[in-house]
């Protein structure tokens, strides 16, 4: 099993550039999510999806755009970067489930900055 | 007010000794789960330790183990006898179980634990 997969690893945009992050798992794991990573802060919630055709938003999710049309997808949008988008990007998946201990998988993680 | 509070911006610590990181975390759910992870200086994050908000035992994972206070609202992670490769940013995490879980992960701001040899 690959796990998480994320591309691209790394990206280079310009203010205003559209560009969209991919993410694939191959556990069928029905719950997927984004978070960001800034400097000094721990990781924050961008969008969930706990099964295909099913999003919705987490603590900080304006500028994005998430869609699930398949259980191993769920690419993160970016519409019109901005500089405040700077930041590394995580994708993760777990099963879905009321139970609070799933293991929660992420990927490596894509870097990406926004001149 | 902050869900998960890491008080320990850095730490130093030589190599072999125990090492204790501090995790307070707030919240009004009965069942919820709590997390800590590894983050290298490679950047992935690695699972590595879980304690349910119903588990008497703490939990324990090899060199890692979590002293859980439940009245006091506290996670702390131990690692014993640190090596070199334990030198890495350590996050605290929390699942509350409403709405399934769907909230994900919320994380404190992490530590940055220095192993010297």
């Known amino acids: 099993n690959a796990g998480v997969t994320q591309t691209p690893k790394f990206q280079v945009l310009k203010t205003g550039q559209s560009m969209t992050l991919q993410c694939a798992q191959d556990?069928?794991?029905?719950?997927m999510s984004w978070y960001r990573q800034d400097p000094g802060m721990g990781l924050r919630l961008i969008h969930y999806s706990v099964g295909a055709g099913i999003t919705d938003q987490g603590e900080v999710p304006n500028g994005y755009n998430v869609s699930r049309s398949t259980t191993e997808d769920f690419p993160l949008r970016l519409l019109s970067a901005a500089p405040s988008q700077t930041s590394v990007y995580f994708c993760a998946s777990r099963l879905a489930g009321g139970h609070p201990g799933e293991t929660q998988y992420f990927g490596p993680g894509t870097r990406l900055l926004v001149l | 007010a902050q869900k998960i509070t890491q008080t320990q911006p850095g730490m130093f610590v030589q190599e072999k000794e125990a090492v204790t990181l501090d995790c307070t975390y707030d919240t009004s759910d009965q069942s919820y789960g709590l997390f800590w992870y590894k983050q290298p200086s490679s950047g992935e994050m690695i699972f590595l330790i879980y304690?349910?908000?119903?588990?008497?035992q703490n939990a324990t994972e090899g060199r890692y183990s979590l002293n859980f206070q439940k009245a006091r609202k506290s996670a702390n992670l131990v690692i014993s006898a640190s090596q070199l490769g334990d030198s890495a940013m350590y996050f605290c995490?929390?699942?509350?179980?409403?709405?399934?879980?769907?909230?994900?992960?919320?994380f404190g701001k992490g530590t940055h634990l220095i192993i010297q040899p």
């Open positions: 304690q349910g908000s119903y588990d008497e």
């Open positions: 995490a929390m699942r509350e179980a409403r709405r399934g879980g769907a909230d994900g992960l919320t």
């Open positions: 556990m069928n794991h029905e719950y």
